[in-house]
């Protein structure tokens, strides 16, 4: 329709479709910009404490892909701030140390000794130079045994390849990371299990049969209670004691947003 308007109005008023189109937006009063990009909107966040007045006074990209292509717990370990925090869509806030109990104790990186995070896509946040984002596919071989409380799953000796997630963390102007952030898989239909990410994803690799874990469902939030009131598991999230008091968010694990 919009065509043959243009087209129409040209024959009438004999000039070219672009004129017509002009004379059209004028008619119809369309609002024409030819001033500079408009700023971002500026909104208050509790978050905005991972913000800084002063530029980074080191690579903070270079930093960032030192930190992610790191493989031992006690080497990543060093980069961390003391009040350093973990989310990820459906478990957290979370300390490093606690991440470090809840994978040894289902024993995922002894189930993938060939375990590959594969970074890459490497980017410094444009509204925040302490922030850097990049992507992750993970990929390896499950050809050892995953331990699930009393469960223990057999290697299935399976090639194990991960949906892509993307990460971030946010850096100090100590040039410690503070925080860290781990999204859901971006494509559910990429990888071999099932669209599970993460942790889960490598479980489903082993053998455990995919489950949907998503923002809010009642039954996996009763379910992380039940675990996190038994112990023993490893943790969804920290003791409330060790959580870090610029954490302001009461939502824990797999609650909705609560800020």
Known sequence: ???????????????????????????????TYDGPPPSRVNTESWL???????PPTFDVLAKTIDF?????????????????????????????????????????VGAYPNLETRPFGFT???????????FERWE??????????????PPTNEDVKLPT?????HWTPEAKI???CLSSPLDRW???????????GLLVGAGMGSTSASVGDMALRFQQRLVHAIGGFGRNWSLEEDIPAWWKSKARGADPNDL
């Not at 410094?124 to 990049?134: A, Q």
């Open 124 to 134: 410094v946040d444009p509204d925040n130079p302490y922030r850097c984002y990049w």
């Open 190 to 200: 990429e990888g071999t299990t099932k669209g599970a990410g993460a942790v889960f």
């Open 48 to 54: 905005d404490v991972l913000e800084y007045d002063q």
């Open 140 to 153: 390896g071989t499950n050809t050892n045994s995953v331990k699930i409380g009393q469960i223990e799953l």
């Open 68 to 108: 992610a292509t790191r493989k031992s717990y006690e080497e990543r370990n060093a980069f961390l701030a003391d009040d350093y925090v973990f989310r990820g869509p459906i478990i957290g806030p979370i300390t490093f140390s606690d991440v470090k109990n809840t994978q040894q104790g289902f024993n995922i």
């Open 178 to 180: 503070k925080y860290s």
């Open 165 to 169: 997630h993307i990460m971030s963390v």
């Open 1 to 31: 329709m919009k065509s043959s308007l243009i087209v129409t109005a040209a024959a009438i008023n004999g000039c070219s479709a672009f004129n017509a189109f002009t004379q059209l937006k004028k008619i119809l009063s369309i609002p």
